[in-house]
Nanobody, 127 residues
Framework: QLQLVESGGGLVQPGGSLRLSCAVSEDALEHYYMGWFRQTPGKEREGVSSISLSGDSTNYADSVKGRFTISRDNAKNTVYLQMNNLKPEDSGIYYC????????????????????WGQGTQVTVSS
C-alpha cells in the first residue's frame, strides 16, 4: 500500500516561502493522482492543490492561486508544493494525499476521492 511522508514545513514570516515535499514508497507514484490538503482547528480539511498522473493537469483553491505551485517527479517518487508570498491564513497542518487511477489526466480537490494520506507537516506563518 502506498506510504506518504511530508516534509518541509516550518515557521515563516508573512511574504516568505516554503517548499513542501511528499515522498512516497511501497508503490510507484506514477499510478496515483495526488493532492495537498490543509487543516486548522475548527475547520474542515480543505483541498489546496492537486495534480494528475502526468503532471499536465493541476487544480488550485482560489485562496492560493498565483502563489502556490504543485509539481511531481515520478522518477523520484516525490510530489512538491512550492508556497510563495505566504499569509497568516495559510497556517495549518498540510497533508499529502493520493489515490490510484488509470485515467491519465483526472484529478480532484475533494478529499473523499483520496484514500492514502501522510501524517502531515506543520506550516506556521507569523510575524
Amino acid at each position: 500500500q502506498l506510504q506518504l511522508v511530508e516534509s518541509g514545513g516550518g515557521l515563516v514570516q508573512p511574504g516568505g516561502s516554503l517548499r513542501l515535499s511528499c515522498a512516497v514508497s511501497e508503490d510507484a507514484l506514477e499510478h496515483y493522482y495526488m493532492g495537498w490538503f490543509r487543516q486548522t482547528p475548527g475547520k474542515e480539511r480543505e483541498g489546496v492543490s492537486s495534480i494528475s498522473l502526468s503532471g499536465d493537469s493541476t487544480n488550485y483553491a482560489d485562496s492560493v492561486k498565483g502563489r502556490f505551485t504543485i509539481s511531481r517527479d515520478n522518477a523520484k517518487n516525490t510530489v512538491y508544493l512550492q508556497m510563495n508570498n505566504l499569509k497568516p491564513e495559510d497556517s495549518g497542518i498540510y497533508y499529502c494525499a493520493g489515490t490510484y487511477s488509470g485515467v491519465r489526466e483526472y484529478t480532484s480537490l475533494g478529499r473523499i476521492y483520496y484514500d492514502h494520506w501522510g501524517q502531515g507537516t506543520q506550516v506556521t506563518v507569523s510575524s
